[in-house]
């Protein structure tokens, strides 16, 4: 079983100020680092996501750091604002290798107070 | 280009009763995979199918079942219901599986509640 960790569990922050989620994984082939975001009632859907050869990706307000030799990447969302409000997963994975079993991190619940 | 709808939304059935949920993928997505949403345990993967066939099973007793349609549509039954069955069940699509090009497309899910 692949093993995918993520913290912290929940987080509450500032209207204005910077959240930072972080997904660490075991098995180093793989390729692909999603973060995905979902909104009560909502399914998941993708938000960002970052391949191996760099390190950094920004999108507006959101950055997926990727640390490979300690086997992490982190989002960071700048500026939060309350309608970021969500739950948050990593979900990182071999591409293009075909039939694969996907392991969620277990979920960042992240609250930005007005 | 309509997003992947999923049937029922919400629905309570009783212990030991058995109950069929079903997907419609995006247009041309062959890849249809089925989680289990809860509290406790997030998304937990069930099964993938890609052109009818199952390809990958999670870890998950025997009362959980799929198929695929030739159309890609999917369902998934349980039968047996028991407590702990209660949950969100999401189901994803892609174009070709969830290995080969990353991105999943989920729908909203069908909340189950068993009484």
């Known amino acids: 079983q692949q093993q995918v960790k993520q913290s912290p569990q929940s987080l509450i922050v500032q209207k204005g100020g910077i959240s930072i989620i972080n997904c660490a994984y075991e098995n180093t082939a793989f390729d692909y680092f999603p973060w995905y975001q979902q909104f009560p009632g909502k399914g998941p859907a993708l938000l960002i996501a970052i391949r191996p050869d760099v390190s950094e990706k920004k999108e507006g307000r959101f950055t997926i750091s990727f640390n490979k030799s300690a086997k992490q990447f982190s989002l960071h969302i700048m500026d939060s604002q309350p309608g970021d409000s969500a739950t948050y997963f990593c979900?990182?994975?071999?591409?293009?290798?075909?039939?694969?079993?996907?392991?969620f991190g277990t979920g960042t619940r992240l609250l930005v107070s007005p | 280009k309509a997003g992947v709808t999923q049937t029922p939304r919400y629905l309570i059935k009783t212990r030991g009763q058995q109950v069929t949920l079903s997907c419609s993928p995006i247009?041309?997505?062959?890849?249809v995979s089925w989680y289990q949403q809860t509290p406790g345990q997030g998304l937990q993967f069930l099964f993938e199918y890609f052109s009818e066939t199952q390809r990958n099973k999670g870890n998950f007793p025997g009362r959980f079942s799929g198929r695929q349609f030739s159309n890609s549509r999917s369902e998934m039954n349980v039968s047996t219901l028991e407590l702990g069955d209660s949950a969100l069940y999401l189901c994803?699509?892609?174009?070709?599986?969830?290995?080969?090009?990353?991105?999943?497309?989920f729908g909203e899910g069908s909340r189950l509640t068993v009484l």
């Open positions: 979900a990182p994975q071999r591409m293009n290798t075909g039939f694969q079993k996907l392991v």
């Open positions: 994803a699509s892609s174009p070709q599986g969830q290995g080969a090009t990353g991105e999943l497309f």
């Open positions: 247009s041309g997505h062959r890849s």
